[in-house]
């Protein structure tokens, strides 16, 4: 079974998170931070990845320890829970359109983390949260999950709906790359024979 059980604890976060990447969608995320719980909704949603995260963060000072430090964790989940890559398709992509938002993502599960963000967000917030944070995730998620992501904003004017759309189509893209490939369910995807 693909599943993993991730726990962190630093002096500004206590974090646990459990995912199953052959799971169904089913989510329980409380990080304290309502924005970006609705965000990991749509990505375990959308990814069709079980996910249960709780973290216990420094809030109190800002929501920027609790945003990086869950996109370690859930990188570190993936990671841990994808294994040696064997049997994945590896290589996922999505252009979602959310409302007056269209973003395009496409990743590979390599073991080299990158990311390229081209992702402006017209507002500093949206709500409460600072929009700068959504990166700040990705780039967490990429390092840790060993994925190479690029993430662009190609039309949207609302910030909510840009930074959604972020999330759901990168949701999407590595939900394809998980799939088992039918045709090498044991290869391991590359030439080189390992990743």
């Known amino acids: ?21 052959d799971g169904t969608g089913v ?34 000072i800002d929501d920027h320890h609790t945003v ?13 829970a994808v294994g040696d890559k064997r049997g994945i398709v590896r290589y996922g992509s999505c252009l979602l359109p959310m409302d007056d938002a269209l973003v395009r993502a496409a990743l590979d599960i390599s073991g080299r983390p990158y990311l390229v963000w081209d992702v402006a967000l017209p507002t500093a917030k949206i709500g409460t949260f600072d929009t700068e944070l959504v990166r700040e995730f990705f780039q967490a998620l990429a390092t840790h999950g060993g994925l190479t992501l690029h993430v662009t904003r190609l039309a949207g004017i609302n910030s909510h709906h840009i930074a959604e759309a972020a999330f ?6 590595l939900r394809a790359a998980l799939e088992t490939d039918p ?12 990743l």
């Open 1 to 21: 079974m693909r599943r993993a059980t991730i726990t962190r604890k630093t002096a500004e976060t206590d974090i646990s998170v459990e995912i199953d990447l």
């Open 68 to 80: 990086e430090d869950v996109g370690i964790a859930l990188g570190q989940a993936l990671a841990e």
């Open 183 to 194: 045709r090498k369910a044991n290869a391991i995807p590359s030439t080189k024979g390992s």
């Open 27 to 60: 989510y329980d995320n409380r990080t304290g931070v309502g924005f970006f719980d609705h965000m990991l909704d749509q990505l375990s949603r959308h990814a069709l990845i079980d996910m249960t995260v709780r973290c216990d963060g420094d809030l109190h």
């Open 168 to 173: 759901k189509s990168v949701a999407r893209a």
